[in-house]
DNA sequence: ATAAGTCTCTTGTCGAGACAACCTTTGCGT
DNA sequence: ACGCAAAGGTTGTCTCGACAAGAGACTTAT
C-alpha cells in the first residue's frame, strides 16, 4: 500500500461522498422516470436532446455526443423508442452513411409530459439542496472535472 | 412545460455538468480497474470495505448498506468474488439467518496490489483536478445531497 | 406451543449496456 | 480511376444489476 500517494483525510472524505452520490443520484432518477413515465433516464435524455435541436433531428453520431454516449448503446436505444412510436429514423440525405433521428409529435409531447416532473426531482435532490453559492461552486468544479473526463467528446478504449 | 418551476441557467449548467461527470466518471473507474486488476469498481469496493473491517470480516447486510448496494446484488457479486477465491462466506454463529463475508489471504492480497493504482485513478481525474479549497466545497456538496439521497448515514459503526 | 410476522439471504428471470464483428459508404492516396 | 483505410450504424453475444419470489431462521403474541 506504500510507494502510493495516499489521500489526506479531507480528500478521502470528500471522495467517499462523491462515490456514494454517482453511485446512488442515477439509480433515483431513473426510479422517478420508470415509475412516472415507463422511461429510462438515459432514454429521457436521448428525446430532450433531440426537442432541443432544430427540426428535433440530429444525426446519431451527433445524438451520441451530446448525450456521452457511444453508438451501440444509442443504436439499441433508439430502436426501443422507435418501436414505441417515439423517435423515427430516416436516412440522411447529404451522406448515405448516415442516419437522422427525429423526434415525432408523440415523442414531442412525451418529453413535454415528462419535464416537469423530471426537473422537480432534480430540484429536490440536488438544486434545492444548496445555496446559490454552493451551486456555482458545483458548476466549477465538475466543469473542473469534465476537461479530464471529457476533452472532446471521444471516448476511446484500448482493449 | 410551464407551471412547474423551471431552473435557471445557472442551475441548469451545474445540473447538465453534474449529468456529465455521473455518467461518464463510473465508467472510468470500472474502465482502469478492469483493465488492470479485472475488477468491476463495485467487486474492489466490496474487497476494501472487507479490508477496513475487524477480522476482515462483515455480514452481508452491513456490507450492503457501506457499499450502498442491495442484498441481491451484493450477493450475486459475493458469489463471484468467492468463485474467484477472493471471498469466503459462512455462517454466523450467533444468528443462523446470517452469513460473514470473509475476505481471505489471496483476497487480502488482491486489494493491496490493486489499491495504488486505484487511488491513482482517483487523484488523476478528481483530486488533483481540484484545489483543496475545491476539495472542501465538494465534500460540502456531496454532504448536502447525501442527507437526501442516503437518509440513514450507511457510514455506521461496525457490528 | 404455535401461528403469524419479520429479518436475512439466495435464486431465477429479464432488460440494458459493453464489446466485438460486420456491412455499407465516403474520402484519400497514388 | 482504383484500391484501401476510415467513418457511420447495426446486430449479436455476454455480463451485470433490478426485481420478484422463495426458503430458513428468529421474534412475538396468544
Redesign the interface.
Given at each position: 500500500?506504500d510507494?502510493?500517494?495516499?489521500?489526506t483525510p479531507?480528500?478521502l472524505?470528500?471522495?467517499i461522498?462523491?462515490?456514494?452520490?454517482?453511485?446512488?443520484?442515477?439509480a433515483?432518477l431513473d426510479s422517478q422516470l420508470q415509475h412516472d413515465e415507463q422511461l429510462t433516464h438515459f432514454e429521457y435524455?436521448v428525446m430532450a436532446k433531440l426537442s432541443e435541436s432544430p427540426e428535433h433531428t440530429l444525426r446519431m453520431t451527433a445524438l451520441a455526443a451530446t448525450t456521452?454516449s457511444t453508438l451501440p448503446r444509442l443504436s439499441h436505444v433508439v430502436s426501443r423508442l422507435e418501436s414505441r412510436g417515439f423517435v423515427e429514423r430516416s436516412p440522411c440525405p447529404t451522406d448515405r452513411r448516415a442516419t437522422n433521428a427525429h423526434l415525432t409529435e408523440a415523442g414531442w409531447q412525451k418529453v413535454?409530459q415528462t419535464?416537469?416532473g423530471h426537473?422537480?426531482t432534480?430540484?429536490?435532490?440536488?438544486?434545492d439542496?444548496?445555496t446559490?453559492e454552493?451551486?456555482?461552486?458545483?458548476?466549477?468544479?465538475?466543469?473542473?472535472?469534465?476537461?479530464?473526463?471529457?476533452p472532446e467528446n471521444t471516448?476511446r478504449?484500448?482493449p
Open positions: 500500500m510507494g502510493a500517494r495516499w489521500l479531507e480528500q472524505r470528500a471522495w461522498r462523491l462515490e456514494a452520490v454517482v453511485e446512488l443520484l442515477p433515483v435524455l456521452n413535454v419535464a416537469p426537473v422537480e432534480v430540484r429536490d435532490y440536488v438544486i439542496r444548496l446559490d454552493q451551486v456555482t461552486q458545483l458548476d466549477e468544479i465538475m466543469q473542473a472535472l469534465l476537461q479530464k473526463l471529457d471516448l478504449r484500448l
